[in-house]
């Protein structure tokens, strides 16, 4: 990217988008207000822009991080409920409750068996019903459309409290940690390794992430079971984030190992690492330098809205590619935490669940949900960038101010 003009870009962003040369070698940014490369001496210390991307502290990081997974978190969750109801399906998760004549009366059984426009109407008690068929999820669109019509309009928000409950504390930790490791694995390659400076997003987003994982899975796993069952009692309103964990430590109250049984919450961490870190190496390597090279574009013509759409189409295309690669992974990490018999979930491996599945389903099945998992990602990882560099930039404003 030398040669190119930075002139007018912020040094909110020109910091995070210019430290990594993909050549081979580190490259600073240029002074802000000069059109000038930088010079083979800059690399010896920190530009400007890095040193006030620097001069923001953990607080700050994780604050910016917060607002922005805050606000990715209710616009996605829909997505993300398709796509746990398509993976929940495939692993044997059953959407429509047989009538029980003896149990339930026949308004309970009317109103849970109504037909959708679409659906080949049966007869009960004289009032059309559907079959089973007519609750089996045939792709995102039709999720969205049978739970709106059968669960309301709220229901495609189901697990956003404990999606924000992961969220926040998730990205807070680690888009603060790559910011921190990436800093420190350029400025250590820069003086000792310059050829590895290229892998340090990979490094620094692997690790980053690998500690959010295991900080926050039992959240993981709540939210992962609230989207994937249905409540079929009428009238009943399904058990929220609490409730949910407390159900998986239940079938394990009579076990003498107390500590032990707490390891039932952090079921599937296994796969869930197996699948973010990945994700995050694919993400973040492909993602910084996109950034780079479409802000070298914007060059001294630059304004916030273009670097925003920047960082925005680069966190797009980054989590794209990352979902779709990483899908496998999410289908086993979902199908290990869905799985009711708690001490079987903990047996199991991230491994031979992907066997079964690859059993089951074929490739078919280990992409299960793949289209709202990309959809889902793509603007996700977008908005949490963009988001978290305005953020960033406030906060650096405000201190300079």
Not at 193 to 203: N, Q
Not at 244 to 264: H, K
Not at 371 to 377: I, K, L, T
Request: hydrophobic letters at 40%.
């Amino acid at each position: 990217m030398a040669g190119c003009s930075r002139g007018s870009l912020p040094t909110w962003m020109t910091a995070a988008a210019s430290r990594v040369d993909l050549t081979g070698g580190a490259a600073s940014p240029p002074h802000l207000g000069s059109s000038s490369s930088p010079s083979p001496s800059s690399s010896s210390g920190p530009a400007p822009a890095a040193a006030a991307d620097q001069e923001l502290g953990m607080f700050e990081r994780a604050l910016s991080a917060a607002g922005a997974a805050f606000v990715s978190a209710i616009i996605v969750n829909p997505l993300d409920v398709a796509k746990t109801r398509l993976q929940a399906q495939a692993a044997g998760v059953l959407y429509h409750q047989p009538p029980q004549m003896a149990a339930l009366g026949p308004d309970a059984i009317l109103s849970e068996f109504k037909c959708s426009p679409s659906c080949t109407r049966g007869l009960i008690l004289g009032e059309p019903v559907c079959p089973p068929d007519c609750f089996q999820y045939k792709g995102t669109l039709d999720v969205f459309l049978k739970v709106v019509r059968q669960e309301g309009f709220g229901r495609l928000w189901r697990g956003t409290n404990a999606g924000l409950a992961l969220a926040v504390p998730t990205v807070g930790i680690y888009l603060p940690c790559y910011d921190i490791f990436r800093n420190w694995i350029e400025d250590f390659t820069r003086s000792n390794a310059p050829g590895l400076t290229p892998y340090a997003p990979l490094v620094a987003g692997s690790v980053a992430r690998s500690l959010a994982c295991i900080a926050c899975s039992p959240i993981e796993l709540a939210r992962t079971r609230m989207q994937a069952y249905k409540e079929f009692r009428p009238g009943v309103k399904p058990p929220g984030m609490y409730k949910t964990l407390v159900g998986v430590l239940s079938p394990l109250a009579s076990s003498s190992q107390n500590v032990q049984n707490y390891r039932a919450l952090w079921t599937g961490v296994g796969a869930q690492l197996a699948r973010d870190v990945p994700f995050s190496g694919i993400c973040w390597s492909t993602l910084e330098p996109i950034r780079r090279k479409l802000l070298g574009l914007v060059g001294e013509e630059g304004n916030a809205a273009s670097v925003l759409g920047a960082n925005f189409a680069a966190g797009f295309v980054a989590g794209s590619l990352a979902a779709g690669a990483t899908c496998p992974l999410d289908v086993a990490k979902t199908r290990r935490q869905i799985e009711k018999d708690i001490e079987k979930a903990m047996r199991m491996t991230t491994r031979q669940t992907l066997t079964e599945i690859w059993r089951s389903g074929g490739v078919k099945g280990l992409f299960t949900g793949v289209g709202p998992r990309v959809a889902r990602a793509g603007p996700s990882v977008g908005i949490v960038v963009s988001f978290y560099e305005v953020v960033k930039y406030a906060l650096h404003q405000r201190q300079t101010s």
